[in-house]
Nanobody
């Protein structure tokens, strides 16, 4: 099994920054892909960023490209999402997710394992 625990959420002003962390445990074969997703009130789940933890390839939604960066620390089994130049529309609950294989890294249906989420609120 895989367990994922998010942290680092909070409230910031527009233009500010936050760094989210996703601590992963369990079989490494089942968490080769790590993705960040978000869900705002009344909206569906949106893929934000993803990383292949073996090769390091990254993917980003157009809405966050150039502002967000996904990275990993293999020694800590942790994936990060650095969020800069935050906008009010970034307000959402952010989830990390994992799976052993995916061909659509920003599609939530590709992931089996999910964390419980961390709230990000951006005010104007």
């Amino acid at each position: 099994q895989v367990q994922l625990v998010e942290s680092g959420g909070g409230s910031v002003q527009a233009g500010g920054s936050l760094r989210l962390s996703c601590a992963a445990s369990g079989s490494t074969n089942l968490r080769k892909w790590l993705g960040w997703f978000r869900q705002a009130p009344g909206k569906g789940r949106e893929g934000v960023a993803a990383i292949n933890t073996v090769g390091g390839t990254t993917y980003y939604a157009d809405s966050v490209k150039g502002r967000f960066t996904i990275s990993q620390d293999n020694a800590k089994n942790t994936v990060y999402l650095q969020m800069n130049s935050l906008k009010p529309e970034d307000t959402a609950i952010y989830y990390c997710a994992a799976d052993g294989l995916t061909f659509l890294p920003l599609h939530g249906s590709q992931y089996k394992y999910w964390g419980q989420g961390t709230q990000v609120t951006v005010s104007s």
